[in-house]
């Protein structure tokens, strides 16, 4: 599936970030059935950032979260936030390069993302997420 995904983390304690992720995904005509998949994502949960290097920061994380149910994968209805199914689980890490102040590379972020979505076979789906982008620092100054 193509797609993207924002994130916010706020600093708890040194190293430990609460962080919020939404992601939306999709991907048409799934193995030429002529039917289309879409999911958003909704994760949440503890990171913990290594800062023993000024320039670089890895990272690694688990985040637990929801999906809106979809009843007809080939035509998506709207969804809103009261009917979610609580069914992901994601870990991960990665690493950011901080080449500025205030902002960083991020390099990679590689996560494992679990999924129990209605699928006609085991309701199981082992999911790969690989994120590239840009994370910027809001507040005190990265180094200070």
Same mark, same amino acid.
């Given at each position: 599936?193509?797609?993207?995904?924002?994130?916010?983390?706020?600093?708890?304690?040194?190293?430990?970030?609460?962080?919020?992720?939404?992601?939306?995904?999709?991907?048409?005509?799934?193995?030429?059935?002529?039917?289309?998949?879409? =999911?958003?994502?909704? +994760? @949440?949960?503890?990171? &913990?950032?290594?800062? /023993?290097?000024?320039?670089?920061?890895?990272?690694? %994380?688990?985040?637990?979260?929801?999906?809106?149910?979809?009843?007809?994968?080939?035509?998506?209805?709207?969804?809103?936030?009261?009917?979610?199914?609580?069914?992901?689980?994601?870990?991960?890490?990665?690493?950011?390069?901080?080449?500025?102040?205030? =902002?960083?590379?991020? +390099? @990679?972020?590689?996560? &494992?993302?679990?999924? /129990?979505?209605?699928?006609?076979?085991?309701?199981? %789906?082992?999911?790969?997420?690989?994120?590239?982008?840009?994370?910027?620092?809001?507040?005190?100054?990265?180094?200070?």
């Amino acid at each position: 599936m193509n797609g993207g995904s924002g994130g916010f983390a706020a600093a708890l304690a040194h190293g430990v970030s609460a962080v919020a992720d939404v992601g939306g995904y999709f991907q048409n005509n799934v193995d030429n059935s002529g039917r289309s998949l879409q =999911v958003e994502t909704f +994760l @949440f949960g503890p990171r &913990y950032s290594f800062s /023993r290097w000024r320039k670089w920061t890895p990272f690694g %994380q688990v985040l637990f979260g929801a999906t809106p149910r979809q009843r007809n994968p080939v035509r998506p209805k709207r969804h809103h936030l009261g009917k979610l199914q609580w069914i992901l689980h994601e870990c991960g890490g990665g690493l950011d390069w901080n080449f500025a102040r205030r =902002v960083s590379l991020r +390099l @990679f972020q590689a996560d &494992y993302l679990m999924t /129990r979505l209605p699928n006609d076979v085991n309701n199981n %789906q082992n999911n790969l997420r690989i994120t590239v982008g840009v994370v910027f620092h809001f507040g005190r100054p990265r180094g200070h």
